[in-house]
T-cell receptor
Framework: SQKIEQNSEALNIQEGKTATLTCNYT??????LQWYRQDPGRGPVFLLL?????KEKRKERLKVTFDTTLKQSLFHITASQPADSATYLC???????????FGKGTMLLVSP | EPEVTQTPSHQVTQMGQEVILRCVPI?????FYWYRQILGQKVEFLVS????????KSEIFDDQFSVERPDGSNFTLKIRSTKLEDSAMYFC?????????????FGQGTRLTVV
């Protein structure tokens, strides 16, 4: 089964800076990868999906890259705001594409 | 905006009791899921459901668990005889296209506490 690694240490940055979060996976390269946001005590909220033939995807202040050679995705938030503070989860489909496997997530803390 | 709703938001039950967690997926979605998250741990897949049957289940989803779509709108997770280790947040999710690239919409979860 797919193993997903996200930095377990919280990332602390100052407002206005760019946050970069990493997702590494160890087995097969899936056809796509997703990023979700999770606030404490709440369900994950979908942010972005990037396909294997897309090197980069953008949505407002968010940018995701997907490198199938490195088996890595990077998630960037530019001009970060305190409201961006949350845990960000990387999710990949299983080999049968019938469900998603989530990483443990990286907590982002943006201070004013 | 359409959303997945779950009830109750918090359920406390005694060990050995049966619980039913309820979900109303987004109305035009065809794929339904249950996930759970033990405090401080990752979101774990339990079961996926499509066309009125289970399409996949994880090792966690053993004989004490069952799912049902009793009518056109509700999707339930039953835990027959709860154990202390079943204490977790349980999330229902639905999607329009299954895991073939569609986003999953999650409910706000039911916090299950087994005492």
């Amino acid at each position: 089964s797919q193993k997903i690694e996200q930095n377990s240490e919280a990332l602390n940055i100052q407002e206005g800076k760019t946050a970069t979060l990493t997702c590494n996976y160890t087995n097969y390269s899936p056809a796509y990868l997703q990023w979700y946001r999770q606030d404490p005590g709440r369900g994950p909220v979908f942010l972005l999906l990037i396909r294997e033939n897309e090197k980069e995807k953008r949505k407002e202040r968010l940018k995701v890259t997907f490198d199938t050679t490195l088996k890595q995705s990077l998630f960037h938030i530019t001009a970060s705001q305190p409201a961006d503070s949350a845990t960000y989860l990387c999710a990949l489909p299983n080999s049968g594409y019938s469900t998603l496997t989530f990483g443990k997530g990286t907590m982002l803390l943006v201070s004013p | 905006e359409p959303e997945v709703t779950q009830t109750p938001s918090h359920q406390v039950t005694q060990m050995g009791q049966e619980v039913i967690l309820r979900c109303v997926p987004i109305s035009n979605h065809l794929y339904f899921y249950w996930y759970r998250q033990i405090l401080g741990q990752k979101v774990e897949f339990l079961v996926s459901f499509y066309n009125n049957e289970i399409s996949e289940k994880s090792e966690i989803f053993d004989d004490q668990f069952s799912v049902e779509r009793p009518d056109g709108s509700n999707f339930t997770l039953k835990i027959r005889s709860t154990k202390l280790e079943d204490s977790a947040m349980y999330f229902c999710a639905s999607s329009a296209q299954g895991a073939y690239g569609a986003e999953a919409f999650f409910g706000q979860g039911t916090r299950l506490t087994v005492v």
